[in-house]
Nanobody
Framework: QVQLVESGGGLVQAGGSLRLSCAAS????????MGWFRQAPGKEREFVAA????????YYADSVKGRFTISRDNAKNTVYLQMNSLKPEDTAVYYC??????????????????WGQGTQVTVSS
């Protein structure tokens, strides 16, 4: 089991930036893919970005490409989500998640085994 703890959420004005962190502990060696998802009120949880621990390959939802950057620090077992040019529609609870191996379903919520508790991001207009 992998334990995940997110931090870094908050309130920011449109056009601003935030950096989210996700610290992993436990059986981290069993996890190759880390993902960020978000869920706005009344909406389904959706994929934001993913990264592979081993290869460092990154994947993004079209809605955040060019604005968000996912990165990892293997020594700290921590994944980051740098969010720039934030928009009100980015307001949501952001979750990090892990899955044991990479496949073409990396964007599916149900393909991730472990989840953090979430951190709120609010972007005001």
């Amino acid at each position: 089991q992998v334990q995940l703890v997110e931090s870094g959420g908050g309130l920011v004005q449109a056009g601003g930036s935030l950096r989210l962190s996700c610290a992993a502990s436990g059986r981290t060696f069993s996890s190759d893919v880390m993902g960020w998802f978000r869920q706005a009120p009344g909406k389904e949880r959706e994929f934001v970005a993913a990264i592979r621990w081993s290869a460092g390959s990154t994947y993004y939802a079209d809605s955040v490409k060019g604005r968000f950057t996912i990165s990892r620090d293997n020594a700290k077992n921590t994944v980051y989500l740098q969010m720039n040019s934030l928009k009100p529609e980015d307001t949501a609870v952001y979750y990090c998640a892990s899955r044991p191996y990479f496949s073409g379903s990396y964007y599916l919520v149900g393909s991730y085994a472990s989840w953090g508790q979430g951190t709120q991001v609010t972007v005001s207009s």
